[in-house]
Nanobody, 120 residues
Framework: QVQLVESGGGLVQPGGSLTLSCAAS????????MGWYRRAPGEQRELVAS???????NYADSVRGRFGISRDNAKNTMYLQMTSLKPDDTAVYYC??????????????WGEGTLVTVSA
């Protein structure tokens, strides 16, 4: 079964950069369209970036030009490069299939995510 492990989050000052990783097992990421999602405190989870199996990318308006999504097929890992970070980027970040997330026993499956905190 699919397992997704997000990592790379942390505390960063406004204007700083971070690169998040999404390591997958049980699935081959390159076969699917994937996304990075985030959930800010008190908010619903939102899609911030997507990457199709053919390499096409798309970004939410709030992160376009600052974030980059990529994939290393050999490592079966997806990345989110984040630059020019803003306090509004503070959230728990998750990776998953897009647009339909994976399920386990008919329940949406999410990894534990990785927390990004942007603060001075």
């Amino acid at each position: 079964q699919v397992q997704l492990v997000e990592s790379g989050g942390g505390l960063v000052q406004p204007g700083g950069s971070l690169t998040l990783s999404c390591a997958a097992s049980g699935v081959i990421l390159s076969m699917y369209s994937m996304g990075w999602y985030r959930r800010a405190p008190g908010e619903q989870r939102e899609l911030v970036a997507s990457l199709t199996s053919t390499g096409r990318t798309n970004y939410a308006d709030s992160v376009r030009g600052r974030f980059g999504i990529s994939r290393d097929n050999a490592k079966n890992t997806m990345y989110l490069q984040m630059t020019s970070l803003k306090p509004d980027d503070t959230a728990v970040y998750y990776c998953n299939r897009h647009p339909t997330v994976w399920t386990r026993n008919d329940i949406d499956y999410w990894g534990e995510g990785t927390l990004v905190t942007v603060s001075a």
